[in-house]
């Protein structure tokens, strides 16, 4: 007998523990373990790997990353309910499961690990974009970020220029990381069904973002330009309070394109221009 076999069933757990999903909490918990397994196969090798999971409710994906071979998972989980649940997961594999009680938006997870760490999770939608900003703000100590969204959040973050999707969000992940899209997920595969169906993407940090520019003067800038995404951009940067027309010129940009077709390089340009100005 391997680790974990003697684990009851998912919704075994759930019934046990009382474990109905909280709308408040943004839950639905996925139960197929194929599909938890496919999740932990997207991160890549995990064979002594120190893995950071968020929100792992009754702990189907949690067993998947433990079993894909992860010598040390942090899991953060802000819900009291869940920890025997947990604790029973933490007593099948010894010594490799730490269960925090804790709120992910607030906790620094850097502060857990030394070197570098994977994120793998199944993403409350209600804070999953905050929680990737504040993950990219400290990207030099996670080697990945294996992420499942709401389709519309994870269209954003993979999306091209002149697209819908494409934007501020767009910018920021592509600028720091290398992105996939891995699969979607149907609602029928949650406990409760969402509205929606969920993606998972998969973010590597880049050692260096993919073009020079101050991360804070680009934000600014895509900000502006996006704030008014339908008109011009000699008319949506004049927020900015310098001559856009100027600064369109020196970053080689026609000032009558709008935001949605500029590049990632084509915008750290014109953030290195306006920081010169």
């Known amino acids: 007998m391997t680790e974990g076999d003697d684990l009851p069933p998912l919704r075994e757990v759930i019934a046990r523990y009382g474990l109905n999903a909280e709308k408040s909490l943004g ?18 090798k995990l064979d002594g790997e120190t893995v950071i999971e968020i929100g792992p409710g009754p702990g189907g994906l949690t067993r998947a990353i433990l079993d894909a071979g992860a010598k ?31 709120d992910a938006l607030e906790i620094d997870e850097t502060a857990l690990f030394d070197g570098r760490a994977k994120i793998i999770a199944n993403l409350p939608y209600n804070v999953a974009t905050p929680l990737l900003i504040k993950w ?12 499942m969204f ?8 993979t999306a091209v220029p002149r697209t819908k999707a494409y934007g501020r969000l767009s910018i920021l992940c592509q600028w720091l990381c290398e992105t996939k899209r891995e699969f979607d997920i ?24 993919a073009f020079p520019a101050d991360q804070a003067v680009l934000e600014k800038v895509v900000a502006a330009a996006f704030g008014q995404r339908r008109k011009m951009l000699r008319a949506s940067l004049k927020p900015l309070g310098k001559p856009p027309e100027d600064m369109l010129e020196k970053a080689g940009i026609t000032p009558t394109r709008r935001a949605e077709e500029l590049s990632v390089e084509e915008f750290c340009a014109l953030a290195r221009v306006y920081a010169a100005a």
């Open 27 to 44: 839950q639905n918990f996925l139960l197929d373990l194929n599909l938890t397994g496919r999740i932990a196969r997207c991160a890549g």
């Open 72 to 102: 040390r998972l942090i899991v953060i989980e802000k819900d009291t309910r869940c920890l025997p649940a947990l604790a029973d997961i933490a007593e099948a594999y010894p010594d490799r499961l730490e269960i925090m009680n804790e």
């Open 136 to 147: 990219l703000n400290k990207r030099e100590r996670f080697s990945s970020l294996t992420l």
């Open 150 to 157: 709401q389709k519309e959040v994870s269209d954003r973050i």
């Open 186 to 209: 149907s609602p029928r595969a949650f406990t409760p069904p969402p509205k929606v169906t969920s993606t998972v993407v998969t973010l590597r940090p880049r050692a260096e973002p």
